[in-house]
């Protein structure tokens, strides 16, 4: 009778099943980990905001998107925080985009009522104290909400967004800067709507996909996110009240003595924004007593989608 050794073949199984095991158990920890992005509404100051929302930690974090954006601009913040236990991450349509209400009048889109917007919106979702992290439109009324509001923040984040004391001194005074803020005039006037929806957004893609959509990470799948959201009805022209606003109300929101910001704030910039200069950063220490700012010298007005993972490691190192 033939004999056969059986120990190779034993030995063989028992590393198979091992590492089938280890396989399934790591797929079940990265399935357990992943957590879908939810879509919510919340009634708060007589708008309907849409937002998305990650997450149930007890720590709230709100990502404010800018012009001409919305929710969507967080897609990859959403995610990386959202994850963990810690956070409840939310990003809402801001009012006048994409799927949040659209108040006709300009008055409507004062700054002061964006504040009012994020301070009962994190009420509703029962937070009284959560970090904020904004870019451009949504940082300047992010600025704001710090100085009206320091009780409800526990940190700050702001992304190419300048402080208002600040900019209304370069906007002023800097030749460049108000070059560089030229565009606003444009998106003012009457054929700004008309302009910048011709040929399906062609305006508004170039502004923000730029002539590759690979250079700021965005993929053909990601550009039909934009153009579904920009073609929201009335979409368009209300989120360029925020600019019509901010001209007729001077910018000045409930009698504020201060420009002071009292809560620990970190500001990111990219370096090559040709729309908001660095000359935003100088002296804002004298505004903002607790301040990081992180410089990203290639980054542009849009370094979040550029530069996402550098973006997200200096909030996470801020926030921890």
């Known amino acids: 009778m033939i004999k056969f050794n059986l120990k190779p073949l034993i030995t063989v199984a028992l590393l198979f099943s091992l590492f089938v095991n280890n396989a399934l158990s790591q797929s079940n920890h990265q399935t357990k980990k992943h957590k879908d992005i939810t879509h919510e509404y919340a009634n708060v100051n007589g708008v309907n905001l849409h937002y998305a929302k990650i997450g149930n930690g007890k ?13 969507y601009e967080y897609k990859n913040q959403l995610e990386e925080f959202g994850n963990s236990d810690e956070y ?7 009012r006048g985009y994409n799927l949040s209400s659209k108040p006709d009048s300009i008055k409507e889109y004062h700054v002061k009522y964006m504040v ?6 994190s009420e509703k979702l029962g937070h009284k104290k959560f970090t904020l992290v904004a870019h451009d439109w949504g940082g300047a009324i992010a600025w704001w909400f710090a100085i009206a509001h320091p009780d409800y923040l526990e940190k700050l984040v702001i992304i190419n967004a300048p402080h208002p004391a600040i900019f209304h001194r370069e906007f002023t ?10 565009y606003m005039t444009f998106f003012r006037s009457p054929e700004a709507v008309e302009s910048l929806s011709a040929n399906n957004f062609q305006r508004l893609v170039n502004i923000v996909f730029g002539n590759d959509l690979k250079i700021r990470n965005f993929t053909e799948a990601d550009k039909q996110e934009y153009l579904k959201a920009w073609s929201q009805p009335g979409a368009l022209k209300a989120s360029l009240n925020y600019y019509h606003a901010f ?11 201060s420009y002071k910001v009292n809560v620990p704030t970190l500001v990111i910039w990219g370096e090559k924004d040709t729309a908001l200069l660095t000359g935003n950063l100088l002296g804002l220490e ?5 301040l990081t700012i992180k410089r990203i010298p290639d980054g542009s007005h849009w370094v979040i989608h ?4 550098i973006v997200n490691k200096y909030i996470k190192e801020f926030i921890k």
Do not use: C
């Open 59 to 71: 720590k709230l974090i709100m990502f404010v998107h800018g012009f001409p954006e919305f929710w």
């Open 88 to 94: 409840t991450v939310i990003a809402p349509d801001m």
């Open 116 to 121: 009012e917007d994020l301070r009962q919106l």
């Open 173 to 182: 005074l800097n030749p460049l800067q108000k070059k560089g803020s030229e």
């Open 247 to 257: 001209f007729a109300n001077n910018y000045y929101v409930n009698g504020a003595l």
């Open 286 to 290: 004298e505004y903002v007593p607790d």
């Open 306 to 309: 550029e530069q996402p993972e």
